[in-house]
């Protein structure tokens, strides 16, 4: 059975504090929901809300047709990872695996065969008589996989599952619990701070800041198109340059930056201008000419990139990170123009 989660406008404080703010969530039936933030954004308190070991102050949160905000937490029914395993440690590997069948009252034979069947799944065979104490980091990891799997719970929940683990088996790992929540359709909410981690796992991810949900899109959205400044500088967009339109003939709009150098860009390229705007985007969204429509500049440093040259570029309008063609290498302190690639590029509501 696959059922969506939603949370819907919940706020949590701990003591007066308030740590969310009026947020709002759905993962779909199968779909798998990262959410993704700096240390102390919320993540956790999010996913003590759903699992029932935090009461909100308000907001509902439902699973399917069911309404969990009132029910204790033993009665919720979902699978939880976590960062530090918290296996049973006088249980062994199999006995742990088996734990939530037996709590269900699921009989003996059926719940060790379940079990080991799912450390089969994990990798595990073999291992079923060892204690916790005697695995590796990934090794307990997979344990708690399996724990959290057997019971075939309606969500899942993983909290930072992989930060204790190295570089490699963090990415193996992400493969495979990719791959096991794929194939049992299990509806997942994911929290990391790894946003390499959040994108090459999830179907989409919520980026949080301070309590509150700033976007929630498919990585390619949020990479390519992010909604905010706050999300463009989160993926890397080096670029966020305030302009103001100081003219508009049908879809061409000539805007100013500070320092008052203007360049003329297409509502046929961007959408929608408003009068007072941010243009957002990474070194490859403004390209290095001799001329052209573009802000005028100064080069400074330049880097070889394989695929371009990257300058930093002082402007009227501040520093500015760019790139040029291969064939044409400029120097430091030549003159130049930064042309926007309106593909690689974006226009964000201005800041505050
Ligand atoms: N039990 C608590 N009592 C008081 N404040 C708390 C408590 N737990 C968390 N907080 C505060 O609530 C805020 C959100 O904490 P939360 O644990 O949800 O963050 P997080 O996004 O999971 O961070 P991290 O990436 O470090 O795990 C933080 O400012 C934190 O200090
Ligand atoms: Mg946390």
Do not use: W
Request: glycine share 10%; charged share 20%; aromatic share 4%.
């Amino acid at each position: 059975m696959t059922v969506s989660l939603s949370i819907n406008s919940i706020s949590a404080h701990y003591g007066k504090t308030a740590v969310l703010q009026d947020l709002s969530l759905s993962v779909a039936a199968g779909e798998l929901v990262s959410l993704l933030g700096s240390s102390g954004c919320g993540k956790t308190t999010t996913l003590r809300l759903v699992a029932g070991f935090l009461q909100p102050t308000s907001g509902t949160i439902k699973l399917g047709d069911r309404d969990l905000t009132t029910l204790p937490a033993h009665a919720r029914d979902i699978g939880l990872v976590f960062q530090n395993y918290a296996l049973f440690p006088h249980l062994t590997v199999l006995e742990n695996v088996a734990f939530g069948l037996k709590q269900r009252s699921m009989p003996t034979r059926e719940r060790l065969a379940k079990a080991g069947a799912m450390l089969e799944r994990v990798g595990l065979s073999g291992l079923g008589d060892r204690l916790p104490g005697a695995l590796s980091g990934g090794q307990k990891q997979r344990v708690a996989l399996a724990r959290a799997l057997v019971i075939e719970p309606p969500l899942l929940m993983f909290d930072e599952p992989l930060s204790n683990l190295d570089a490699k088996l963090r990415v193996d790992m992400r493969v495979e619990i990719r791959q096991l929540q794929r194939a049992n359709g299990t509806t997942s909410l994911y929290v990391t701070h790894d946003q390499e981690e959040a994108f090459s796992i999830s179907d989409r991810v919520a980026i949080m800041n301070a309590g509150r949900i700033m976007q929630l899109d498919t990585p390619e959205t949020l990479y390519r198109k992010p909604a905010n400044s706050f999300v463009a500088r989160f993926v890397g967009f080096e670029n966020l340059l305030p302009l103001r339109v100081v003219e508009r003939e049908s879809a061409v709009v000539i805007a100013e930056a500070a320092g008052g150098a203007r360049i003329t860009l297409s509502q046929k390229d961007f959408g929608p201008i408003p009068d007072s705007c941010i243009l957002g985007c990474r070194a490859d969204g403004l390209s290095v000419r001799r001329e052209g429509n573009g802000l005028p500049a100064v080069l400074g440093t330049r880097t070889y990139l394989g695929r371009a040259y990257q300058y930093q570029c002082d402007t009227a309008a501040g520093a500015i990170v760019a790139n040029g063609p291969l064939s044409e290498p400029m120097t430091a302190g030549s003159s130049a123009v930064l042309v926007p690639v309106p593909e690689q590029c974006c226009i964000l509501e201005p800041e505050g």
